[in-house]
């Protein structure tokens, strides 16, 4: 499955990053095979491991890792866990006079053992899991989505020694906000930036859900090649190996952005990679394995807590809107003058739905609109009518893909719309606008930097992403969600209820 066209900034979404051949230089890769014997090797192994590096072929009894009884047990672990990968075990261990975090799992058939260097990380190792601990304890105490973020970037970069730990929370279209981060003060400010999907390309992101801790120890050095038994045979799935070596794109992205080291965490709710923990080091920066588990539990902690704080707010917002409405219903009941009566609440209407502007229209007059003139909302009505059928409903759009270019011009920075048609018989609408995107975004987190670039060119820096970003939104408004729409629903039919009401009201009041 490689791909036909040399891989380029149009295709990365091709490259099989979970095959790559080859890992990073820190360590050494060691597979055996169903019959017990080495079947790769990663090129390193002898210069790394000395006399204890195991040749291809030679049976795994054979080997240093069966003379010891830890590391036995490790692989004895590793033998009777999960073949998908997913049931790493790591230990400490001595081998060539050095110390080596040993990390095994099964993959298929294969056992895959890894060995990272252990050298100056005392000052991370020390106390590692009383700051875990601390870590989870600061973090359970947040209620908010923002608030657990902030103590999340904040734990992780004194756990790791991180320059940069970034929040990094993916939005409907798979775009990313840098939400919020801790960083070496003499770093420039990356909170509130935003990227384009395609700077995580798809299959980057189903390796990120299987695999949830990921680092890259020297973004510059040279990847080391993996030699297999049998040449020609399949390559090695590297999607659990905590060594894979990294896509040269992504290379060259982070080179471009001076960035000599990074690790980024899974925040994985339900189901869905939410967002990431990422984090840069401008210097070669190895995190021990022990405490990059440390950095994953939280990770996982942090996506139960996201997940109650997300219900929780959601919950808050769709109460919120049922006082406003019962507020805004009342008033129209009351009211003299009902449907003007409603355009006092249109603050509170377009506040609930998050828009930024209001048509209120009966019996084909404008009585209210917010943020376009009264004669460019009457011209909207027909469209309306002729995308909703002859009955009340609720109908919206993101873009104006459908619409007479005419209307569209006229429409100017309006993109999406929420339309309620409440009555039949007065044809009454309540339509909710919102802007193109791109107005609505916060302009603090525009990079302005300048960044030299690679022979992939300007694409790969944070102002080329920037600019995908934009075109990628350009005519769109943020999608209606699924909260609009349960708080637009009952405004709906309340609003359908109370029309009626007024209107059998007026027709008592005449005969
Ligand atoms: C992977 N891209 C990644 C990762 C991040 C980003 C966090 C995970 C790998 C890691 O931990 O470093 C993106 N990193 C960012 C962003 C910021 C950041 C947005 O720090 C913001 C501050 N990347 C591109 C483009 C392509 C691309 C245009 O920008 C392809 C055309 C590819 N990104 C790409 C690939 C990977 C990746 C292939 C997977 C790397 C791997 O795991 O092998």
């Not at 066209?5 to 080859?22: A, F, K, M, T, V």
Request: some cysteine; proline content about 6%; charged content about 20%.
């Amino acid at each position: 499955n490689t791909p036909a066209e040399p891989l380029g900034l149009s295709n990365c979404d091709q490259e099989p990053i979970h095959i790559p051949g080859r890992i990073q230089s820190h360590g050494v890769l060691l597979a055996f095979g169903a019959d017990g014997r080495l079947s790769h090797r990663s090129t390193n192994a002898a210069d790394m491991l000395g006399a204890a590096a195991p040749a291809l072929g030679q049976p795994l009894g054979q080997t240093c890792f069966a003379a010891d009884p830890a590391m036995q047990g490790l692989v004895q672990e590793c033998l009777a866990g999960e073949a998908d990968g997913s049931q790493p075990v790591a230990i400490e261990v001595a081998l060539a006079g050095a110390a080596f975090e040993l990390i095994g799992h099964r993959q298929g058939v294969l056992l895959l053992l890894e060995l990272e260097r252990l050298g100056d990380e005392a000052a991370l190792l020390a106390d590692d899991a009383f700051k875990g601990h601390k870590a989870l304890v600061r973090l359970k105490r947040q209620r908010t989505v923002d608030d657990l973020l902030a103590v999340a970037v904040q734990e992780v970069r004194a756990l790791t020694g991180f320059d940069r730990v970034m929040a990094y929370r993916f939005r409907h279209d798979d775009s990313g906000d840098v939400v919020t981060e801790a960083r070496d003060p003499a770093l420039e400010p990356f909170a509130g930036r935003r990227y384009p999907a395609s700077d995580i390309p798809a299959q980057a992101r189903r390796l990120y859900l299987l695999n949830t801790l990921r680092t890259i120890v020297e973004v510059g050095s040279q990847a080391v090649p993996i030699e297999a038994l049998e040449e020609g045979g399949a390559p090695l799935d590297l999607s659990h190996s905590v060594l894979r070596a990294v896509s040269p794109v992504h290379i060259e992205y982070l080179t471009n952005m001076g960035v000599a080291a990074s690790m980024s965490i899974s925040i994985v709710v339900q189901g869905r990679l939410w967002g990431m923990l990422a984090c840069h080091h401008m210097r070669p920066h190895h995190v021990p394995y022990r405490v990059r588990s440390a950095c994953d539990v939280l990770a996982h902690v942090l996506a139960a807590d996201v997940q109650t704080a997300l219900a929780r707010a959601s919950a808050a917002r769709v109460a919120a809107a049922a006082d406003a409405r019962a507020h805004a219903i009342e008033t129209l009941l009351h009211a003299e003058e009902g449907a003007q009566a409603l355009a006092g609440q249109a603050e509170a209407l377009t506040g609930m739905l998050q828009a930024h502007g209001l048509v209120l229209a009966e019996r084909g007059r404008v009585l209210a609109a917010t943020g376009v003139a009264p004669e460019v909302a009457r011209e909207l009505l027909p469209f309306l009518a002729a995308q909703t059928p002859l009955h009340s409903g609720l109908w919206h759009c993101d873009n104006l893909d459908g619409m007479p270019p005419a209307l569209r011009e006229a429409l100017g920075p309006w993109c999406g719309l929420l339309a309620l048609r409440f009555s039949d018989a007065t044809d009454g609408w309540l339509v909710l606008l919102r802007k193109e995107e791109v107005e609505t975004i916060a302009w603090g987190g525009r990079p302005d930097k300048v960044y030299r670039h690679g022979p992939l060119g300007p694409r790969l820096t944070p102002r080329g992403s920037f600019e995908v970003w934009k075109e990628t939104v350009r005519g769109r408004c943020v999608p209606w969600s699924e909260t609009d729409l349960e708080i637009a629903r009952p405004l709906l039919s309340e609003l359908a209820r109370a029309s009626a009401a007024r209107s059998a009201d007026l027709d008592r009041a005449r005969s």
